[in-house]
T-cell receptor, first 116, second 111 residues
């Protein structure tokens, strides 16, 4: 069984469109994350979220918004897509919450977004 | 944000040892991690070390931590072609949820 899954695996779309990437974890974890990996493979946190708080990396444009219908899902919605949004987006989850020690995170397979 | 630095590329011959280095700036790190990313795949946790430890060994993997110099290394013994991947070090900080990742080191194993 897949622990952290994302759909779609590939997403090609035009500039200006709105799109969503879905993430689901079946590990019973409390906290979920979205990371962005650019073309140089640099990996940066975008959001972390548990059912109590959303922490946003201040560099993330407000066109990006995480939406969590329940504890097992954290979807990423992107408005008005731009060329620079092209990247691989990884979802992750962990059992820990803020202040805990071991923050082992389990990653999804990634969604490659290409904006034309 | 935190600075976690790695060399971008490393090439080794099959059977040799690989040493991938990582430096970080924040001394409040609690755990430090090594993740492996194979082409087109997600990140797989290889190993981690608590910040009050100096060394951790797990089969072919040895992690060394020099907390004074804020330097972390991953040694892979008897490197195999299947070890070719990008290796990311990451740190978690006290009171923070997310991980701060290094720039990644692309390891190429030459047969």
């Amino acid at each position: 069984d897949t622990a952290v899954s994302q759909t779609p695996k590939y997403l090609v779309t035009q500039m200006g469109n709105d799109k969503s990437i879905k993430c689901e974890q079946n590990l019973g974890h409390d906290t979920m994350y979205w990371y962005k990996q650019d073309s140089k493979k640099f990996l940066k946190i975008m959001f972390s979220y548990n059912n109590k708080e959303l922490i946003i990396n201040e560099t993330v444009p407000n066109r990006f918004s995480p939406k969590s219908p329940d504890k097992a899902h954290l979807n990423l919605h992107i408005n008005s897509l731009e060329l620079g949004d092209s990247a691989v987006y990884f979802c992750a989850s962990s059992q820990s919450t803020s202040g805990s020690l071991n923050n082992e995170q389990f990653f999804g397979p990634g969604t490659r977004l290409t904006v034309l | 944000g935190e600075d976690v630095e790695q060399s971008l590329f490393l090439s080794v011959r099959e059977g040799d040892s690989s040493v991938i280095n990582c430096t970080y700036t924040d001394s409040s790190s609690t755990y430090l991690y090594w993740y492996k990313q194979e082409p087109g795949a997600g990140l797989q946790l290889l190993t981690y070390i608590f910040s009050n430890m100096d060394m951790k060994q797990d089969q072919r993997l040895t992690v060394l931590l020099n907390k004074k110099d804020k330097h972390l290394s991953l040694r892979i013994a008897d490197t195999q072609t299947g070890d070719s991947a990008i290796y990311f070090c990451a740190e978690s900080l006290t009171g923070a949820n997310n991980l701060f990742f290094g720039t990644g080191t692309r390891l190429t194993v030459i047969p």
